[in-house]
């Protein structure tokens, strides 16, 4: 596809997203997140080759929220290594991503680094032995780097207002310690796991940073191939929690889901897409934006699948 087709693809997406009725459900456990604007949908797709194309509201900074649970499990697996699966496994979960029913059964391992309780462990494990501070600039570094960009900030009323309201991780922390699956106190991994969350980033920002889990040429190489192809196959299985399914079904390529509206989609080899709007559908992924990854893998013919 040439540049003016790339254009005229995601015009065309953001265009009928915006004229879409049902834009699901904006997240409201976190104060700060239920006051966003549901009529907003960006896009934005960073190619292999280095051309970057985008439309809609795509330079408008959102909450990322789950996405950043990609970044966090790079670090670790980067750190760690095969260690970190000690401690956390690589089964999609069936289950809300807040949900602590499995913990209980399975002696505190949580399902896979994606669902909350698996991100604590990751974010428990990176933090080990350092301070939430040093922690969150090495987080932010990486981001940076992968996005090229060193405008990426947290946005410290989110990550408080998910402080103040943040019972239930805390509660998934008070479990993992129970069952020892936790070196730091609840509080200081909750307090760095809610101000990762808490990145904000816009369209654009996000596809340049996920360019590294593209792999070819112009891809940052910021972890190992290895890890890439390890990183994508938990996307695909686990990345949209008890929608990993349907999204893999309809749109078929390895995706990250925040409740910010944000999502990171991987075509490998091709190129890393980032869509925004804030509306939900029921399993807390991005209504509007799981529509548009389907449109556009369609239109390109994308899937991993063929
Ligand atoms: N799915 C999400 O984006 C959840 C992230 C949010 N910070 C939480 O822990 O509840």
């Known amino acids: 596809m040439d540049d003016l087709n790339y254009t005229t ?5 953001a265009a009928g997203m915006l004229a879409t009725a049902d834009k699901g459900r904006v997240a409201d456990y976190i104060p700060e997140l239920a006051s966003v604007d549901p009529e907003q949908f960006g896009i934005a797709l960073a190619l292999a080759d280095g051309r970057c194309f985008a439309a ?4 408008t900074p959102f909450s990322i929220q789950s996405v950043s649970k990609v970044f966090t499990l790079a670090l670790a697996l980067g750190r760690l290594g095969d260690r970190l699966w000690q401690r956390v496994g690589r089964e999609p979960s069936g289950l809300p991503f807040n949900s602590i029913l499995q913990l209980e059964h399975e002696g505190g391992i949580p399902r896979n680094p994606f669902i909350n309780a698996g991100a604590l462990v990751v ?4 933090l080990a032995g350092h301070q939430p501070r040093e922690v969150l600039g090495e987080i932010l570094r990486f981001v940076r780097a992968a996005a090229d960009d060193e405008n990426i900030h947290i946005d410290e009323s989110v990550a408080r207002s998910e402080t103040d309201h943040g019972h239930r991780n805390m509660a998934l922390a008070h479990f993992l310690a129970a069952h ?3 070196v730091n106190s609840p509080d200081l991994t909750c307090g760095t796991y809610f101000h990762q969350c808490a990145i904000e980033m816009t369209a654009r920002q996000l596809a340049l940073a996920g360019r590294f889990l593209v792999g070819g040429p112009a891809a940052p190489s910021l972890i190992s191939r290895h890890s890439v192809r390890r990183i994508n196959a938990l996307m695909l299985t686990c990345g949209h929690y008890d929608g990993s399914g349907d999204f ?4 078929g390529l390895p995706g990250k889901s925040g409740v910010g509206g944000g999502i990171l989609v991987i075509a490998p080899g091709r190129a890393s897409i980032a869509v925004w709007s804030p509306g939900l559908n029921p399993h807390g992924n991005s209504a509007l934006g799981t529509l548009a990854v389907e449109h556009l893998a369609r239109a390109t013919g994308w899937s991993i699948f063929g």
């Open 9 to 13: 693809l995601l015009e065309g997406i």
């Open 123 to 126: 974010t428990d494990a990176i």
């Open 248 to 251: 893999a079904y309809r749109v």
């Open 56 to 59: 809609g509201h795509a330079d």
């Open 180 to 182: 020892g699956n936790f």
